[in-house]
């Protein structure tokens, strides 16, 4: 049996429901704050009411009036707990009924009392004002009751209810209302929510259209930038610069594998020709002559080769640790191998300590290396290098006495395969890399590099604290 996929809803659909659910509870809590609210209030009025018409009722008793007249339904409770008159039956307990609640007592007060069981079943709380009268003469009392047996003197006790139909009257339109404006109420909101978001989503589904249609031929299309300063437009914004970091990397790429091809070309050929054309009259040919040219175009391609694994690698890139090494030793190291190189420029060295820098020895070392080799290339007899800590850095130079390079110049030849005219006129002309491998090297370890002189290039690389 095939498993059924759970169901995704969409971002409109959850923020619709979402908000739906929310109004549900917020406008939920509020019809309940509300209907207790307008309850509460109204028993409040019918408690001060039935206050003021058991006032009034205990007036009249005490004047010997017969009380009637009032809004409040209310009765009247001899000391010996019989009734001596009161609501009609309509509105609450018949006088002529007893009921064992409306007990005789001295004082103001209210009480909650439960009207005897009807048909319907038990009967809910009401709420009575409890007002006492002055004692009365008894044919006051006769007179007032109609009960001929009273003899005594005593107080008569006024139970006035604060009637609960206005409250309940309310409670009901408060109800009937709501009933139907809820529902509609959380719809409009869950509808409202379902629109916004589909229009707020409206860039985002531009941005999705424009890039699925860019492919890796059609990197210089951009998304839409919404004109808002919300996070839609700075996703827009993102998206585009990160479109143009991938169409430059494009570029450098198939300008790189362009140049690499025709770096490649060459050397490959020349070993061809080497090769064939021995082969063409090998009995005429000066075979030591042929392996040593082949060799050295060997060489040039493995130092090519070299070059281009190392620039294209993950590993190209170190990442700064907390390695110490001392730039002072590599350089001195490198220029003491050069010492004793026949033809080669003289080589001095001026180093200060410490000049501790992150990184590794293998790296570093072909930092220092690429750059003697650079300037031993265009020296015309000498090259001094120098190494000194400096504001929270360690500084390399590495001068020459050549011709310089000119300031048109100083940034282009950190490019790849990038030679000027005359290196490339030089027997031991380079790969066009040493340059650009140096700048990778020392990019990567938070350092720059530069031409600061017609032929003095400096390398400020952060410093390590000594400790």
């Not at 169901?7 to 739906?20: D, E, Q």
């Not at 860019?214 to 437009?233: E, Y």
């Not at 060489?299 to 281009?308: C, E, K, M, V, Y």
């Not at 110049?409 to 490019?415: K, L, Q, S």
Request: charged content about 25%; glycine content about 10%.
């Amino acid at each position: 049996m095939r498993e059924r996929r759970p169901r995704r809803w969409s971002v409109r659909t959850k923020a619709a429901l979402g908000a739906m659910a929310a109004a549900a509870v917020a406008f939920g809590l509020g019809v309940f704050w509300a209907r207790e609210s307008i309850g509460a209030r109204w028993a409040d009025e019918a408690e001060r009411r039935a206050t003021q018409d058991a006032f009034q009722v205990v007036s009249a008793l005490e004047a010997g009036r017969q009380p009637i007249g009032f809004d409040s339904p209310f009765v009247v409770v001899l000391a010996d707990g019989r009734l001596g008159g009161g609501m009609d039956a309509a509105s609450g307990p018949s006088p002529e009924r007893a009921w064992p609640g409306f007990a005789p007592t001295v004082g103001w007060g209210t009480r909650r009392l439960r009207p005897p069981a009807a048909e319907g079943g038990e009967r809910p709380l009401r709420t009575f004002v409890v007002g006492t009268t002055d004692v009365l003469p008894p044919e006051r009392i006769r007179r007032i009751t109609g009960l001929d047996d009273v003899r005594t003197a005593q107080r008569l006790t006024v139970y006035a209810l604060a009637s609960p139909r206005g409250a309940e009257a309310a409670v009901a339109t408060f109800d009937r209302v709501f009933g139907l404006g809820l529902p509609v109420a959380v719809a409009f909101v869950g509808l409202t929510a379902w629109l916004v978001t589909g229009r707020a989503l409206r860039p985002v589904e531009a941005i999705r259209a424009e890039m699925a249609g860019i492919t890796a031929g059609a990197l210089d299309r951009r998304v839409p930038v919404p004109p808002s300063a919300d996070v839609i437009a700075r996703l827009a914004r993102t998206t585009n610069e990160t479109l143009e970091r991938l169409e430059q990397a494009l570029v450098r790429q198939r300008r790189f594998v362009a140049d690499a091809s025709h770096e490649l070309r060459s050397p490959l050929a020349a070993l061809r020709g080497t090769l064939e054309i021995p082969l063409a009259r090998p009995e005429r040919a000066d075979w030591p002559a042929v392996v040593s040219a082949a060799l050295a175009d060997t060489a040039r391609l493995q130092r090519l080769t070299d070059d281009l694994l190392l620039l294209s690698s993950e590993g190209g890139r170190p990442p700064r640790t907390g390695a110490a090494v001392d730039l002072a030793d590599i350089v001195e190291e490198q220029v003491a191998e050069r010492a004793y190189v026949r033809g080669a420029p003289v080589f001095t060295c001026d180093a200060e300590r410490p000049a501790l820098v992150p990184g590794d020895e293998v790296r570093l070392g072909r930092v220092v290396r690429n750059l003697l080799d650079n300037a031993a290339r265009h020296a015309r007899g000498a090259v001094h290098a120098t190494v000194r800590p400096e504001a929270g850095a360690v500084v390399l130079t590495v001068a020459d006495d050549g011709p310089g390079v000119p300031a048109a110049d100083r940034e282009r030849i950190f490019d790849r395969f990038v030679r000027l005219d005359e290196s490339r006129t030089r027997a031991g002309g380079g790969t066009g890399l040493g340059l650009t491998i140096v700048r990778e090297l020392v990019t990567a370890l938070g350092g720059t590099v530069r031409v600061t002189d017609r032929s003095t290039f400096t390398v400020r690389i952060p410093a390590l604290r000594p400790d």
